[in-house]
């Protein structure tokens, strides 16, 4: 008998189940790779991916209880339009029994809501909040329609004043020449772990991409080299909060787990 392969890396480092509700996403990130896939696979347009779909079939549909942690959204993210239908479905997963993940970059009134309807349950919830640099000009170009810097710290603080396990994912990590002081700004408010990881596909992100966005490219390539990686891991990897994703963990020599969930 032949055994399958297990591809651990992305969500699956984090999770043994994704679950979503819309198609499209309104923060429209530049390296998006969700938006890529539904666009090489003709579901939809690149004009048509901010225009966030709810799938009310997804909205209301039951889940079990899963072997491990499940999170929730991996190919949108949870704005104003949207949500009433992502309590739904945490709610649903709540009720099963699960731990859930609950990736954003958040907005404050959302996170203010779900800490709000999700008091009962913190002991299920875990936010992690993806805020992969401190300049509003760097966040503003990759991700346009994304939160600033200031309202994903305030829901970070937010959530972790509410008494719920907090985290951050730094990935991908868009201005590393400052990630210093990104971990020392971010740390006294997270409970859990923080992520730092590469931009992955940057060959990809090439192939259409005007000499603006080239330049962008070629300064996160500049900010992400062996060398680089290298030092911040020897800078930060005696901090217990710090967590590695897969591609850092091969530069550095760290093994990859062989399960799907099991980085947590």
């Known amino acids: 008998m032949i055994k399958k392969s297990i591809k651990c890396e992305g969500t699956q480092e984090w999770s043994v189940k994704t679950v979503n509700c819309c198609t499209g996403c309104s923060h429209d990130c530049l390296y998006c790779y969700a938006k890529e896939m539904a666009v090489r696979r003709k579901q939809l347009t690149v004009g048509q991916w901010p225009l966030e779909r709810v799938r009310e079939k997804d909205v209301y549909k039951s889940h079990k209880k899963y072997p491990g942690q499940v999170m929730f959204p991996s190919t949108h993210d949870i704005t104003d339009s949207n949500l009433d239908a992502c309590e739904n479905v945490i709610w649903r997963l709540v009720q099963a029994g699960n731990q859930i993940l609950i990736v954003s970059k958040p907005h404050f009134n959302c996170i203010e809501q779900l800490c709000v309807f999700l008091r ?139 399960q799907n969930g099991l980085d947590i």
Not at 205 to 214: G, I, R, S, T
Not at 233 to 240: A, G, L, M, S, V
Request: aromatic share 8%; net charge positive.
């Open 120 to 258: 009962s349950y913190r002991d299920q919830i875990l936010f992690r909040f993806s805020i992969g640099a401190r300049d509003n000009r760097i966040l503003s170009f990759w991700e346009p329609n994304a939160p600033s810097y200031d309202v994903r710290k305030q829901c970070l603080i937010h959530a972790c004043q509410a008494g719920f396990r907090t985290s951050v994912s730094v990935e991908p990590m868009l201005d590393s020449a400052n990630i210093d002081a990104l971990v020392s700004d971010l740390l006294p408010y997270v409970t859990h772990s923080i992520w730092i990881g590469t931009m992955n596909h940057l060959v990809r992100l090439e192939k259409h991409a005007d000499p603006v966005m080239l330049q962008a490219i070629d300064n996160v390539r500049q900010g992400q080299t062996e060398t680089i990686i290298k030092a911040i891991y020897r800078r930060h990897k005696d901090n217990p909060m710090i967590r590695w994703k897969k591609e850092i963990k091969k530069i550095v020599g760290i093994p990859i787990p062989k």
